[in-house]
Every structure is written in C-alpha cells, then in structure tokens.
C-alpha cells in the first residue's frame, strides 16, 4: 500500500485516503427548525430563512439545503479549477462551473442526493478542458468528500 492510501473497511479494496492533514478553517452553521425554520454562520454572515421546495410538498418561501450544497459546491469546484489551471499555466477567465443537486428517495428507505457540474471553459479545447477538470476533481474538497457517496455527472460545455 502506498502513503496516502486506505483500505476501505466493507469492501477491502486501496483508496486514496484524502483526509485533511491540518484543519485550516473551519466554518460554523447552526439550523433552527430544520427545513421549514432558518439557518445561521457564526460569524453572522449567513441568516436566510429556510423552506421545503413545492416538489417536496413545501412553499418554496425561503432557500433549501439542496440550494445551499449546489453553490458551495459549484463554487469550491471552480476555485479549484482555477488552481489546476493556473498551476499549468492557464488563464481560466470566464470559466463558469453550475451545479444541480437532485435529492429523492434511496433504496434503504431513506433520501440521497445527485449533482451533475456543468463547466464552461470557452478559451481552451476539449481535451485541455477535460484534462483540467478530472484533476480539479481530484483537488476540490467537495469532490472528494463525495467521491463514492453520491452520482457525480460532470458535463463539458
């Protein structure tokens, strides 16, 4: 087994053991109410109300934890998009990254969740393109925290 590496404990197969090392930040959130109640940082930053989308039987009247993953993790994907681009020497402006986060039902009677990225890169061919995307999924911490736990689609265009 090389550094780095971890055998997974149900499957007996090497993984990439893609753990902090040193804590650098940590960020601090509390939820009141649960998904019809609201949500706080801290540090006071965050403050929104936050409510069931109509598809779950809701009002739609405030913003969901669905929202919520799918712009952290679009954005932590882009900044580590950038990082692989301009450690190749790459200059990625007006490169975008949307995310979609599906939630439903999963077969052990509870819910889980899909994302499909969408990223543009429109200065640099498709194979550049994808070349820096599968390292920027690689390097993203969203990425790699779900990595095995949820459908990832990542879609070039």
């Given at each position: 087994?090389t550094?780095?590496?971890?055998?997974?404990?149900?499957s007996?197969?090497?993984?990439?053991?893609?753990?902090?090392?040193?804590?650098?930040?940590v960020?601090?959130a509390?939820?009141?109410?649960?998904?019809?109640?609201?949500v706080?940082?801290?540090?006071?930053r965050?403050?929104?109300?936050?409510?069931m989308p109509?598809e779950l039987?809701?009002d739609?009247?405030?913003?969901?934890?669905?929202?919520?993953?799918?712009a952290g993790?679009?954005?932590?994907?882009?900044?580590?998009?950038?990082?692989?681009g301009?450690r190749?020497g790459?200059?990625?402006?007006?490169?975008t990254?949307?995310a979609k986060?599906?939630?439903?039902?999963?077969?052990?009677?509870?819910?889980?969740?899909?994302v499909?990225?969408?990223v543009?890169?429109?200065v640099?061919?498709?194979?550049?393109?994808?070349?820096?995307?599968?390292?920027?999924h690689q390097v993203?911490?969203y990425?790699?925290?779900?990595?095995?736990?949820?459908?990832?689609?990542?879609?070039l265009?």
């Open positions: 087994m550094e780095g590496a971890a055998v997974d404990a149900v007996g197969v090497d993984t990439i053991d893609t753990r902090p090392t040193k804590i650098m930040y960020a601090e509390t939820a009141h109410g649960g998904r019809d109640g609201y706080t940082s801290q540090d006071g965050i403050d929104l109300k936050v409510a109509p039987g809701g739609g009247s405030g913003t969901n934890p669905e929202q919520l993953f799918a993790y679009s954005s932590c994907f882009h900044n580590a998009l950038i990082l692989v301009n190749a790459y200059d990625l402006t007006g490169s990254v949307a986060v599906g939630i439903g039902p999963n077969r052990t009677h509870g819910y889980g969740l899909a499909a990225l969408s543009s890169l429109p640099l061919d498709a194979g550049l393109a994808a070349e820096l995307v599968d390292a920027a993203c911490p990425s790699n925290a779900t990595r095995g736990n949820i459908d990832v689609t990542i879609l265009g």
